[in-house]
T-cell receptor, first 115, second 112 residues
Framework: SQTIHQWPATLVQPVGSPLSLECTVE??????LYWYRQAAGRGLQLLFY??????ISSEVPQNLSASRPQDRQFILSSKKLLLSDSGFYLC??????????????FGAGTRLSVL | GENVEQHPSTLSVQEGDSAVIKCTYS??????FPWYKQELGKGPQLIID?????GEKKDQRIAVTLNKTAKHFSLHITETQPEDSAVYFC???????????FGSGTKLNVKP
C-alpha cells in the first residue's frame, strides 16, 4: 500500500534562518507531488506541484522553493524565513497515468512557526 | 485560474440534524469536485467526490450535488454525529487533474 511521510511534524525557526521540509512517498511510482500551505483559519493554498523528477511548477510568487531530486521525494526550502512563512505545510501525492485515481493523499503536515 | 469559494466558514448543528456546505467555482472547464475532511492536527482526507457528468452522488450519510450551469456544488451530511466535527474543504480540478483548487474550508461543530 502507498504511504506518505512528512517531517518534521513541528518546527520553530527564527526569522532569517533556512528551511528544509521533506516529503517522501512509498508504494507508488512517478506520483504527482504537491506542497500546500494552510494559514491559520484559512484554506489550502497550492504552492508547488511536480509531475516528475526535476519538474517543478510554482503557483504563487513567494519566499519558498521546491525541488524533486528523486521520483518519490519532494523538498520545500527557503534560504531566509520570513514571519509570514508561518503556517501548516502539507505535502500530497496523486497517482499519474490513465488508470490513476483522481485523489490527492495528504501527509500529516508540518506546523512551522517563524519567530 | 480557478477560484473556489466556500460557505459558511463555520457551522454549528445539533447532533442528528443535517449540515449543508456550499461551494462555487469559476472555471467552466473544471469537471471533478472532491470533498475533504480535516481533523485537528491531521492532513485532509477524501470523503466523497463527483464528476461533472453526474448531478448527485450519495455514500451513506453524506451526499454531494452539482449544478454545472450555476457552477456550484454542495455537501450534505444527514444525521450528524459528534465525530463529524472537523474542517471540510471543497475543491475543483480540470481534466488533467494536475492541480486542485481548494475552498477556504468550513469548520463544522456537531453539538451532542
Amino acid at each position: 500500500s502507498q504511504t506518505i511521510h512528512q517531517w518534521p511534524a513541528t518546527l520553530v525557526q527564527p526569522v532569517g534562518s533556512p528551511l528544509s521540509l521533506e516529503c517522501t512517498v512509498e508504494g507508488t511510482s512517478n506520483p504527482n507531488l504537491y506542497w500546500y500551505r494552510q494559514a491559520a483559519g484559512r484554506g489550502l493554498q497550492l504552492l508547488f506541484y511536480s509531475v516528475g523528477i526535476g519538474q517543478i511548477s510554482s503557483e504563487v510568487p513567494q519566499n519558498l522553493s521546491a525541488s524533486r531530486p528523486q521520483d518519490r521525494q519532494f523538498i520545500l526550502s527557503s534560504k531566509k524565513l520570513l514571519l509570514s512563512d508561518s503556517g501548516f505545510y502539507l505535502c500530497a501525492w496523486r497517482g499519474s497515468g490513465k488508470s490513476a485515481k483522481n485523489i490527492q493523499y495528504f501527509g500529516a503536515g508540518t506546523r512551522l512557526s517563524v519567530l | 485560474g480557478e477560484n473556489v469559494e466556500q460557505h459558511p466558514s463555520t457551522l454549528s448543528v445539533q447532533e442528528g440534524d443535517s449540515a449543508v456546505i456550499k461551494c462555487t467555482y469559476s472555471d467552466s472547464a473544471s469537471n471533478y469536485f472532491p470533498w475533504y475532511k480535516q481533523e485537528l492536527g491531521k492532513g485532509p482526507q477524501l470523503i466523497i467526490d463527483i464528476r461533472s457528468n453526474v448531478g448527485e452522488k450519495k455514500d451513506q450519510r453524506i451526499a454531494v450535488t452539482l449544478n454545472k450551469t450555476a457552477k456550484h456544488f454542495s455537501l450534505h451530511i444527514t444525521e450528524t454525529q459528534p465525530e463529524d466535527s472537523a474542517v471540510y474543504f471543497c475543491a475543483a480540478s480540470t481534466g488533467n487533474f494536475n492541480k486542485f483548487y481548494f475552498g477556504s474550508g468550513t469548520k463544522l461543530n456537531v453539538k451532542p
